[in-house]
């Protein structure tokens, strides 16, 4: 009776006031300009109930807490939890990152996020390592190095978040939380894991990534055993309609996969997570942000029939873009970032972490780091953003832009599943070639305006970074010798009968195609090392192509 009486309120007010708009707008001769969205999507100068007429508002709108979930997750959203503040780390070893860790969970962090864990195939000895150990994440390849990076850190009481699918490096976690005490049960965290449809030759069985599901299904209750990243992906300058089809199609991918191994949908939806990015164009942001978040629960609910109402929720992580951060006049990154992260709290993420200003000159500062963390703090407490539930919601703009991505984001969709999964796979991956290039280009023929650099720039480069006050974080090469130094007195200290015993049972698991987890497990608590455990694999499969790489399937 209630969506009875909304529904004909709705259609009351429009009727009435349609001819009154257009006569409106024809009066002040309003017409609409070429002015695009950063997507491209045609933006008008002013909107009005005529671009919204066709919504129906509890079936495309509603409330927040209720499907399709377009104005959040949560009835009460961030008046009951504030999303979780991370700010991404990852430098040198595990001793620099360790402290880096500790030092911001006493400024106020509330998460744990930290990036560059296992993403090398071969070990801190291997001459290839040479000017890259520590260079943009921390360098981890044994067990040892997990319990140095959580020393002092209450596993229990955090989410950890680990960027990157690295199967050893969730084993060693997992070891590590063991070794603690801790309950898997309650264990609480994300591992960056998607089923990606690599090679004409996929198949289910002795697939890592569907490997971590089952196995967090069965044991980490807690755990967000999949968070589809097409962060990156946005950060490659695809348009916000592909980053919506991208995140959808590999999350109904990743369905379908671990269906196919026999396991219900509603034990496996509930527990996976995005990982979006936040760009520049900041009503479109927001936007964007409602479609994906209306689009899954449709897809999950409508495709794949889950009968649990958790099983339509969207959960996301957002970062900032890092595309947009500058070399030239650096200090300006500070307000591209804010801007990129008050359209992620305004578009009801659960997470965060927001890009520090010198990050497109080197690894942030510790000082670089903290004002990142502020400026989350101070969206959360002084701006009052967060005090109203989805506040952009009733825009007729902002409802207009919403309802154009989701159904730019589909036509992307049906064209994609027109093709078979590897090829969709290649899709994905060219379509961000070419926004590379197509962007870069925009740049340098003075199309796309980026201040301080073909806008407002400076005429003397020379000393800018010095100009602008930006201290940044050195390589230290002493990183390398110190890893170096770890691993040789791990392999001599462990037991030497115990790591090979390990080989021989992971190599099995691996020829056999068994679940991975557990014999990773066993592997880690040998306290091999992650690029012994790429060579036992190599025996089974053959050498890491690049997918492998790109996709960091590092022991998988």
Not at 143 to 160: N, V, Y
Not at 395 to 400: G, P, T
Request: with cysteine; aromatic share 8%; charged share 25%.
């Amino acid at each position: 009776m209630f969506k009875e009486e909304v529904l004909k309120e709705i259609e009351r007010l429009n009727s009435e006031h349609e001819s009154n708009v257009k006569e409106v707008l024809k009066r002040f001769s309003i017409e609409e300009e070429e002015l695009k969205t950063l997507s491209g999507l045609p933006l008008k100068p002013v909107y009005t109930p005529l671009d919204i007429k066709g919504n129906d508002f509890l079936e495309d709108i509603s409330f927040p807490g209720l499907y399709p979930f377009t104005r959040g997750i949560t009835p009460m959203g961030y008046r009951t939890k504030e999303w979780t503040v991370r700010q991404v780390v990852g430098l040198g070893t595990a001793e620099e990152t360790n402290e880096r860790l500790k030092y911001l969970f006493n400024q106020g962090q509330t998460g744990f996020s930290v990036c560059g864990m296992g993403y090398q195939p071969y070990e801190s000895s291997d001459e290839r390592t040479f000017g890259i150990l520590g260079r943009g994440g921390v360098w981890i390849e044994t067990l040892a190095d997990i319990e140095t990076l959580f020393d002092g850190i209450d596993m229990s009481k955090i989410s950890i978040n680990q960027i990157g699918f690295s199967i050893p490096v969730f084993a060693m976690i997992i070891a590590e939380a063991k070794r603690k005490g801790v309950d898997l049960k309650t264990l609480s965290g994300t591992i960056q894991n998607v089923v990606l449809p690599i090679g004409e030759d996929f198949e289910v069985k002795g697939n890592g990534s569907v490997d971590i599901i089952e196995y967090c299904a069965k044991n980490l209750p807690k755990w967000n055993h999949t968070s589809i990243s097409v962060r990156n992906n946005r950060d490659e300058g695809v348009t916000a309609p592909q980053e919506i089809a991208f995140g959808i199609y590999l999350g109904a991918f990743t369905l379908e996969s671990v269906i196919s191994r026999g396991l219900d949908v509603d034990e496996i939806a509930p527990r996976i997570s995005f990982f979006l990015s936040s760009e520049n164009d900041f009503l479109e942001e927001v936007a964007k942000f409602r479609a994906i978040r209306r689009l899954w629960a449709r897809t999950v609910k409508e495709r794949f029939k889950a009968k649990n109402p958790r099983s339509w929720l969207m959960r996301f992580h957002v970062q900032t873009t890092a595309l947009n951060l500058t070399a030239q006049q650096p200090l300006n990154n500070i307000i591209r970032s804010t801007i990129h992260a008050l359209a992620a709290v305004l578009g009801g993420a659960q997470s965060m972490s927001v890009n520090s200003f010198d990050e497109a000159l080197a690894v942030p500062t510790k000082a670089s780091a903290t004002l990142s963390l502020r400026t989350q703090q101070i969206i959360a407490l002084e701006s009052g953003a967060s005090n109203v539930l989805d506040p952009l919601g009733g825009s007729y703009c902002i409802e207009s832009l919403t309802d154009q991505l989701e159904e730019k984001a589909l036509d992307i969709l049906n064209e994609m599943e027109a093709l078979s999964p590897h090829k969709c796979f290649q899709y994905i991956k060219d379509k961000g070639n070419d926004a590379c290039y197509t962007r870069q280009k925009a740049i340098d023929n003075d199309e796309m305006p980026v201040v301080g650099v073909n806008r407002f720039a400076m005429e003397d480069d020379i000393g800018e970074v010095d100009q602008w006050s930006v201290d940044l974080l050195k390589y230290d090469p002493t990183w390398r010798e110190k890893q170096i130094k770890r691993l040789n007195r791990v392999k001599k200290e462990r037991d030497p009968q115990k790591a090979e015993k390990a080989k021989k049972m992971l190599e099995d698991a691996y020829r056999d195609k068994v679940n991975i987890i557990e014999p990773m497990i066993e592997a880690v608590q040998a306290y091999l090392s992650i690029g012994e455990i790429v060579k036992v694999r190599e025996r089974v499969y053959g050498p890491l192509n690049m997918d492998h790489i790109m996709g960091c399937f590092f022991g998988v």
